[in-house]
C-alpha cells in the first residue's frame, strides 16, 4: 500500500461547478482519499458566495447520482480573504469501482472567475 500526500489546485473558478478534485485510480487496483485541508480563496473585488459539494458516483445502473451532499453552503467569503473549509476536519472520499468513478469536491462561486481552491489530500492505493 502506497500512501502519498497531493496538493491540487483550481484557479478562477465562477459560476459553473468546478472538480477540484476527484479520487482517480491512475493504475491502482483501488484507491482512498483522506482529504485534509480545503482552502477556497476570494480573489475577486467583492464579497462572494460559494458553494461545496461531495459528488458520489452512481452505482450500478442507478441513473441519478448517490448520496450527493454539500460540505459548504452558500458560505460568504470577503474580498480578498480566504476561507479554510475543514479546518480540524477529515473527509473520506473513494473510488466506486460499480460506478467506474471516483468521488469528487465541486466548487461553484456566485460571481464568474472569482474563487481560487487548493484541496490537500492523503491518497492511499492498493
Known amino acids: 500500500m502506497a500512501?502519498?500526500?497531493k496538493a491540487y489546485s483550481k484557479s478562477s473558478v465562477g459560476l459553473t461547478p468546478t472538480t477540484a478534485y476527484q479520487v482517480e485510480l491512475g493504475g491502482?487496483?483501488?484507491?482512498?482519499?483522506i482529504v485534509i485541508g480545503i482552502?477556497?480563496?476570494n480573489v475577486?473585488?467583492?464579497?462572494?458566495n460559494v458553494d461545496v459539494e461531495i459528488d458520489r458516483p452512481a452505482t450500478g445502473t442507478t441513473a441519478a447520482p448517490s448520496d450527493d451532499v454539500y460540505l459548504a453552503k452558500d458560505i460568504p467569503i470577503p474580498a480578498g480573504s480566504t476561507l479554510e473549509v475543514m479546518a480540524g476536519q477529515k473527509?473520506?472520499?473513494e473510488y466506486n469501482a460499480g460506478a467506474?468513478?471516483?468521488?469528487k469536491i465541486v466548487v461553484t462561486s456566485d460571481t464568474a472567475s472569482s474563487l481560487d481552491v487548493i484541496v490537500n489530500a492523503?491518497?492511499?492505493?492498493?
Do not use: H, Q, R, W
Open 3 to 5: 500512501n502519498t500526500f
Open 28 to 33: 491502482a487496483a483501488g484507491k482512498t482519499a
Open 39 to 41: 482552502s477556497l480563496a
Open 44 to 48: 475577486g473585488a467583492a464579497p462572494i
Open 91 to 93: 473527509l473520506i472520499l
Open 100 to 103: 467506474g468513478a471516483g468521488d
Open 122 to 126: 492523503l491518497e492511499i492505493t492498493s
